[in-house]
């Protein structure tokens, strides 16, 4: 009786042509498979100010109009959107696995949420991109978080930035 309720929650879903808003959004089609052959990114996080919270990568078209934007509106457009997240583990660098739709280009953000709410604070949370662009009082441009993503899998280390004074920057470990 469950399946048939959500199978028709599904058609008219899909009738109407609009994707309810939902944090696994991006989700399923992300998920990489056991020995993914690929399409798909390997991504590596680097330099965590601490073991709290969780990562979430989420992959965009690679222009400045859609990147970063809403998941509900990429997706209602027929546009790229992935998210995969990952608690953090008590040790070593973080490997997020994210299925992409095939080799290309694309933009990629990573967010160190530490209160996993789920969004980005400035005062609290982390934040890196493809390419490691030197982080500014605005969004970085999507050609400076650009990955372009092989036939196979595609290897990137994402370096994390947190708040220090004014500014964005890795945690200065000694």
Do not use: W
Not at 18 to 26: D, R
Not at 32 to 59: S, T
Not at 89 to 104: H, I, K
């Amino acid at each position: 009786m469950k399946k048939v309720v959500l199978v028709g929650s599904a058609v008219l879903l899909l009738a109407n042509g609009v994707v309810k808003s939902s944090p696994s959004l991006g989700k399923a089609e992300a998920a990489c498979r056991p020995n993914e052959p690929g399409p798909a990114l390997l991504i590596y996080a680097k330099g965590l100010k601490d073991r709290k919270g969780l990562l979430r990568a989420e992959l965009y078209p690679p222009n400045d109009k859609d990147f970063l934007s809403d998941d509900n509106i990429l997706l209602n457009e027929g546009k790229t959107f992935r998210r995969v997240d990952l608690n953090v583990p008590n040790s070593g660098d973080p490997v997020l696995c994210m299925r992409v739709p095939s080799a290309g280009r694309y933009s990629l953000s990573l967010l160190h949420d530490r209160d996993r709410n789920l969004k980005f604070g400035v005062f609290s949370d982390g934040i890196g991109f493809s390419g490691n662009p030197k982080l500014t009082r605005s969004k970085p441009k999507a050609v400076s978080a650009m990955i372009t993503a092989g036939a196979g899998i595609t290897r990137i280390n994402i370096t994390m930035n947190y708040l220090s004074g004014f500014s964005m920057k890795p945690v200065n470990k000694r």
